[in-house]
């Protein structure tokens, strides 16, 4: 069998005394969606923001198609990657936050086109075509000169969701990106989410969205105090698991 595209190998996390993730291993392969749901506090989002190294591991290692983030071979050892080479493997992922984080006195067009125009030194011209039908592909057709304060909070994280898409990136990591969104907010970003599915991206998503997660995921891992406590298909997890922890978080989220 090839490869995984990510990889986390025996990932430990601590802050100060708090452990917060205590060996997980993850496995993801190309194409593939890969919902990550549990409690509050079980470390989900600290595992996201270990994938792409903005939380460094205090053990174990990442692996994006079989490059380690982070760190480079010398010799048979494997050394602290210096910043240039993170950012670079940084660009192949791209991740969207629970807060928009959009520059507010940038358009969304110029929010979007930023990146590419900084870090890749692509043309003013590609740059804006590329943004413009971005931001169409996620249904903000129309609204490429509007600044932030005048986007809803879904509007805003369709921006966010095009920014991380114009690097191109190979994975899309997703932290809850509906929890700051008001409910009738929620669909517009997760029918955007089930496009890139669709498309064949490969994403890691931590959600709360338990139906989004059945429906779209071709893999459902059950995290609860920095461990993996389950992984399987949807049907596995939702329908089948017979782990007592699994079972009783869902009959909470589920009622």
Sequence with gaps: ?????????????????????????????????????????????????????????????????????????????????????????????????QSFNLFAHLS?????????????????????????????????QGKEDHKPAQLSGGQQQRVAIARALAMKPEVMLFDEPTSALDPELVGDVLDVMRGLADDGMTMVIVTHEMSFAADVADQVVFMDEGNVVEAGTPEDIFSRSSHPRTVSFLSRVLG
């Design 1 to 97: 069998m090839s490869w995984p595209l990510l990889k986390a190998d025996n990932i430990h996390k601590y802050f100060g005394s708090n452990h917060v993730l205590r060996g997980v291993d993850l496995e993801v392969r190309k194409g593939q969606v890969q919902c990550v749901i549990g409690p509050s506090g079980s470390g989900k989002s600290t595992l996201l923001r270990c994938l792409n190294f903005l939380e460094r591991p205090d053990q174990g290692y990442v692996y994006l198609d079989g490059e380690p983030i982070g760190y480079a071979w010398s010799g048979n050892e494997l050394r602290e990657m210096r910043p240039a080479g993170l950012a670079r493997q940084r660009e192949r992922m791209g991740m969207v936050f």
């Design 108 to 140: 969304a067009l110029d929010n979007v086109k930023l990146a590419p125009r900084l870090v890749n030194g692509i043309s003013e011209g590609v740059a804006r075509q590329q943004a413009a039908d971005l931001l169409a592909a996620v249904g903000l």
